[in-house]
């Protein structure tokens, strides 16, 4: 297995985390300044971490495979 896959992999799934725990805080928001800054951060740095390792995923090509 690549290095870049894995690391899309892990980067993928803190994505994930990012998006979950930024549905979470938009279902417990009360309004707050705080929680909305912490809400749209969470959700950007989660958009920004599943798509990259989503990208890195995809982009990586497996070296292991025998040749056609």
Do not use: C, Q, W
């Not at 990012?18 to 417990?28: C, K, N, P």
């Not at 950007?44 to 989503?54: D, E």
Request: aromatic share 10%.
């Amino acid at each position: 297995m690549n290095v870049k896959r894995i690391f899309g992999i892990i980067l993928t799934i803190l994505g994930i985390v990012g998006l979950i725990y930024a549905a979470v805080v938009f279902l417990d928001a009360g309004g707050s300044s705080n929680e909305i800054k912490v809400l749209i951060v969470y959700g950007v740095l989660g958009a920004i971490f599943f798509f990259t390792g989503i990208g890195l995923i995809k982009g990586t090509h497996d070296d292991s495979r025998p040749p056609a």
